[in-house]
């Protein structure tokens, strides 16, 4: 039971480029989260999903996009990165009924140059 | 959604008893307290959730007066590896709900 993963655990880009960020849970649950923390921060919402198939938008959702692609997976794209996307990125899932915790992935260091 | 208000930082020294107060004024009928604990360069994990009086877990105590409007988190004889930012949200626990993180408070724990 690997619980949260992602993939890539550091990536580097350019002004312009685009990317995905990967997460898969393997605890099936039904919300996944998509989080960003600056330095000397809390963590700000990105995007959610609260079920397959059903994506909302968070606190900053310009400049992404998600794709629920199935239950375990929850994947963000960048589109055009922008030195102000640089940030850490968490991952996270919980199960669709009244629990409340949040398991989180270890995170994605991006750097946009 | 209640916003929460904490100290941005606290010190203490191993074997103490820490206690992290989280203000909540506008907290509603239905919000729970839930309190996050994060090392650096790790995501946040899960410590303590509670809805009223006391909660008590093997890591934590949560401590909710009745007016609800405050919470404090009791960590019992803390150790080095208690150094962390502790986050207190407040929510409705509702399936598919997003968290909202402010800033944490940074406890730093010395020998």
């Known amino acids: 039971n690997a619980g949260v993963t992602q993939t890539p655990k550091f990536q580097v880009l350019k002004t312009g480029q685009s990317m995905t960020l990967q997460c898969a849970q393997d605890?099936?649950?039904?919300?996944m989260y998509w989080y960003r923390q600056d330095p000397g921060m809390g963590l700000r919402l990105i995007y959610y999903s609260a079920s397959e198939g059903t994506t909302d938008k968070g606190e900053v959702p310009n400049g992404y996009n998600v794709s629920r692609l199935n239950k375990r997976e929850f994947s963000l794209r960048l589109e055009s990165a922008a030195p102000s996307q640089t940030s850490v990125y968490f991952c996270?899932?919980?199960?669709?009924?009244?629990?409340?915790?949040?398991?989180f992935g270890p995170g994605t260091r991006l750097t946009v140059t | 959604l209640a916003k929460t208000t904490q100290p941005i930082s606290m010190d203490s020294y191993e074997g103490q008893e820490v206690n992290i107060t989280c203000s909540h004024n506008?907290?509603?009928?239905?919000?729970?307290i839930t309190w996050y604990q994060q090392f650096p360069s790790q995501g946040p994990r899960f410590i303590i959730q509670g809805y009223k009086t006391k909660v008590t877990n093997e890591v934590a105590s949560l401590f909710i007066p009745a007016d609800r409007k405050s919470s404090t988190l009791s960590l019992p004889r803390v150790s080095l590896s208690d150094t962390a930012v502790y986050y207190c949200l407040v929510d409705n626990n509702q399936a598919g709900t997003a968290l909202i993180f402010g800033k944490g408070t940074t406890l730093s724990v010395s020998s």
């Open positions: 996270a899932s919980n199960s669709g009924g009244a629990s409340y915790e949040q398991y």
């Open positions: 605890m099936n649950h039904n919300s």
């Open positions: 506008n907290i509603a009928t239905n919000d729970y």
